[in-house]
């Protein structure tokens, strides 16, 4: 395993002037541990020890629960490399400017308090210990319980139709990261199913609660034209799996770490999340999956403790309306 973290001094800092150290990690590698050299609005220079990333590699600059910047390493030396920021959202320059801004002046926004800090930094340790985190997409035959889904994709098909057949799209909940014409419908969270889930949504409700290990799940919903922002899971703790259930044909797709992977009905994948991913619907029709999270395999002591912490820092997923008990 390769340029392993093995230090935490700076990637914790009370402020963001405090911040002397940076990860970056690149396409199919695990992240590298860099002494920040300098920073602009449109590049970044960084020092690290061991190989340096080719010239052209893709990836991303990023401190533990903080936001990500997208780039391409555009220059290198044998002890430093440089990385041009690409396809920065709206989100990410008013973060890169500040970050830029409380270094030069000084001037700080509110940050987590030390215990936050320290809770933290004590799940990043833990996290980084976790076996197979260099992986990035995962075979279903190594989740037997995942093909289950494949199984009885018709009938989720027709409860997620009977949906559709009662609202609009724009009716359904939006979802939990407030992306624009993203919604959700919620069937699982922290490790429950809803009751109201196994109302309206029987035989997915049963599948989902026989997922080992169970984190969340929902149906998520992209309106026609939505894009989601490159994003990653703030722990790696989770895997997810989608299955695709109503995928129109055209540009829609899950890029994960700028490859592809498509959506297929009746099917599904199994990835990281914690890796910079982003998703599209570029087309004129609606498309849903079922998406599931679950905490990947590790000691049953470790598992407690990730999902003592969900509990605590993962807001809660906006319920089934009322209403829709009554079709």
Same mark, same amino acid.
């Given at each position: 395993?390769?340029? %392993? *973290? ?25 992240e590298m541990l860099c002494s920040l050299q300098k920073l602009s609005e449109s590049h970044i $220079? ?17 401190? &533990? ?16 490399? $440089? +990385?041009?920021? +690409? ?16 270094? %030069? ?45 494949? %199984? ?32 959700? *419908? ?25 997922? &080992? ?35 129109? %044909? ?70 089934? &309306? ?6």
């Amino acid at each position: 395993m390769k340029n %392993k *973290v093995d230090s935490l001094k700076e990637l914790f800092p009370s402020s963001m002037q405090q911040v002397d150290e940076i990860l970056w990690t690149g396409k199919s590698k695990l992240e590298m541990l860099c002494s920040l050299q300098k920073l602009s609005e449109s590049h970044i $220079t960084v020092k690290a020890s061991g190989h340096m990333p080719d010239i052209g590699t893709q990836g991303i600059i990023w401190l &533990p629960h903080f936001r990500i910047f997208p780039g391409v390493v555009c220059e290198r030396t044998d002890q430093t490399f $440089t +990385v041009k920021f +690409v396809a920065l959202d709206d989100i990410m320059k008013k973060d890169l400017d500040y970050f830029i801004y409380s270094r %030069k002046t000084g001037v700080e926004k509110p940050r987590p308090s030390f215990v936050a800090r320290s809770f933290l930094r004590t799940i990043y340790e833990i996290e980084k210990r976790l076996k197979g985190i260099e992986h990035r997409t995962f075979s279903p035959q190594e989740f037997p319980w995942s093909l289950e889904f494949e %199984k009885h994709y018709s009938t989720i098909r027709g409860e997620v139709e009977n949906i559709f057949n009662h609202v609009e799209v724009g009716s359904i909940p939006q979802g939990l990261d407030n992306f624009p014409n993203a919604h959700s *419908v919620l069937v699982a969270q922290q490790g429950k199913v809803e009751s109201s889930a196994h109302q309206l949504l029987p035989t997915i409700s049963r599948l989902v609660e026989n997922v &080992p290990s169970l984190a969340n799940a929902e149906l998520s919903i992209l309106a026609p034209g939505a894009e989601l922002r490159l994003h990653k899971a703030a722990s790696r703790c989770f895997l997810r799996m989608h299955l695709g259930i109503i995928i129109p %044909k055209g540009d829609v797709c899950l890029e994960l770490e700028w490859e592809r992977l498509e959506w297929q009905e009746g099917k599904v994948m199994i990835f990281d999340d914690f890796y910079p991913h982003r998703a599209w619907n570029k087309t004129d029709h609606t498309r849903v999956i079922l998406m599931v999270d679950l905490f990947r395999p590790m000691p049953k002591w470790q598992e407690q403790f990730f999902r003592f912490a969900q509990r605590r820092v993962v807001p809660s997923i906006p319920k089934i &309306p009322k209403e829709w008990l009554s079709w």
